[in-house]
């Protein structure tokens, strides 16, 4: 039994396996009704999906996740049923990129100074046209034989601790929330708990600390089932959603082949989050609307 809803997913746009058509096929065939593609800062997989989705009984909700850090710990913002081809949006998602190549590279130099070269030019090869990001690197690593598994680079080398780590221009945690919303998208707070298949070793998400700046910057959600979390941690993000006025989202967090192993659908999300993610973006849009407020407006 696969869940009706996944609400985060990746593809070949950025450190997913998976093409958006392949990935789109996919969850239709798994019977899905609604799947969210939020790959790392990049909407070039959305014409791809839409265009598989059309004339199914799939909806495809153009998404997006952006990756942004506070002292210890990383803080990814989803982003719902954006526009995404707003030029603002699109200008900001293109720089996230461009700090990728750049940090990546400097990555694979410190890589080379601890005596594991690779090849940038297979790097590249690896994150082929998506978003480049560690798990390209990570790979790399993989298949020089520095390393057994893609969880072990992480661990050993480009986590957050890792000696061959380096940072990269990021938005703040409230810009992102912003830069959704700008986009008329619904955004929602990703994997809010450090268990799970993206856990990175940092620390715990302060969240009654964090809460508070974001739900003034628009934020609408926050991801409550999630690929790995026990039934406690669920029933914790719930009563943080209701306490903070917050719609519960989920997703998988499918990635395809590679570091996360979790297929698409396969995280149980109610099919009511659904609607309550519709109905509270319509609410927000109606709200933002009569305040005059986009993303072309404020540019
Ligand atoms: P980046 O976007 O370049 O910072 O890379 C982050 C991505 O790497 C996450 O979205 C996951 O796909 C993957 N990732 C992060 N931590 C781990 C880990 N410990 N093991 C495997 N994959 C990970
Ligand atoms: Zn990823
Ligand atoms: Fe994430
Ligand atoms: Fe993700």
Redesign the pocket.
Known sequence: MYSKVDLHS?TTA??GTYPPRALVETAIRRGLRVLAITD?DSTEGIPEALATARGSGLVLWPGV?I?TDVPGA?V?ILGYCVEFRNPVFQGTLRRLRES?VD??RRMVAKLAKLGLPVAWQRVQEIAGNGA????HV?QALLERGYISS??E???RYI?RTGPAYVERYRLTPEEAVQLVVGAQGFASLAHPVNVG?????GEQLDLEALLPRLVPAGLAGIEAYYTGYPPEIVQQLLRVAGRWNLVATGGS?F?GRG??TVGVGEVAVPEQVIDQVRERHARQQRERAAQGKTLRQSA
């Open positions: 990746h950025s450190d790392h996740e990756s990383e990814h990728r940090r990546a480049i990001g560690r798990p990570a893609l969880p680079a992480f661990n986590g298949p993206a856990a990175e070793t967090d990635h570091t996360l």
